[in-house]
């Protein structure tokens, strides 16, 4: 089956500084990939969607210029979490559709990436 | 708008037992949807999913959940559990016309007893 990975899997950082991560889909094309936020006990929120050679697209309420979204080639997508603060800390989740399947298919996860911001 | 309620936060079961994990939806329309299963440090795995057509619907790993519109449910079940199982399910729905906004369940931890 369709792999999507995710660096790193978990990651500590201060105040105000900026974290990268990563999603790739290990074997197949993705031209859409999806960033979800999940706090403990809750749903996965969709943050934006993310297509390859264009700009994401952000839901409501979510900070596009403090999660920076590049989807630079069909297999990469980074979020970057910029001037990171404790109320940033959750679970990152990264999804992807391949190229040329119907969006209603299936999505296919990474394995999330926790982030704690002290 | 689109939402999805797992009123069961956390379930335990025995070895062996049945199991049937909640899911209600609220949608306006003809929903898709969809169960997934999360393991510590891995990704969500598609169980199974419903479009249209038959209302029960046979997944992966022996599970199988019931559409009921009438209900507004899509409970998913299991006629005997294993030590395996034990992880977190999501529910999830996406609407017709946009396929791509997954409104998921807070999820429902399981705990299977040996």
């Known amino acids: 089956g369709a792999v999507v990975s995710q660096h790193p899997s978990w990651v500590i950082c201060k105040s105000g500084t900026s974290v990268k991560i990563e999603c790739r889909s290990l074997?197949?094309?993705?031209?859409?990939m999806f960033w979800y936020r999940q706090f403990p006990k809750q749903s996965l929120m969709l943050m934006a969607t993310s297509n390859e050679g264009s700009k994401a697209t952000y839901e409501q309420g979510v900070e596009k210029d403090k999660f920076l979204i590049n989807h630079a080639s069909l297999t990469l997508s980074t979020l970057t979490v910029t001037s990171a603060h404790p109320e940033d800390s959750s679970f990152y989740i990264c999804?992807?559709?391949?190229?040329?399947?119907?969006?209603?298919?299936?999505?296919?996860f990474g394995p999330g990436t926790r982030l704690t911001v002290l | 708008a689109q939402s999805v309620t797992q009123p069961d936060i956390h379930i335990t079961v025995s070895e062996g037992a049945s199991l049937e994990l909640r899911c209600n939806y609220s949608?306006?329309?003809?929903?898709?949807l969809f169960w997934y299963v999360q393991s510590p440090g891995q990704g969500l795995q598609l169980l199974l999913k419903y479009f249209s057509g038959d209302t029960l619907v046979q997944g992966i790993k022996g599970f199988e959940a019931e559409f009921k519109r009438s209900q507004s449910s899509f409970n998913l079940r299991k006629p005997s559990v294993h030590w395996s199982d034990a992880a977190e399910y999501f529910c999830?729905?996406?609407?017709?016309?946009?396929?791509?906004?997954?409104?998921f369940g807070s999820g429902t931890k399981l705990n299977v007893k040996p």
């Open positions: 949608y306006g329309a003809t929903p898709y």
């Open positions: 074997d197949f094309q993705a031209t859409t």
């Open positions: 999804s992807a559709l391949e190229k040329g399947i119907s969006s209603y298919n299936e999505q296919f």
């Open positions: 999830a729905v996406v609407g017709f016309g946009n396929f791509n906004k997954f409104y």
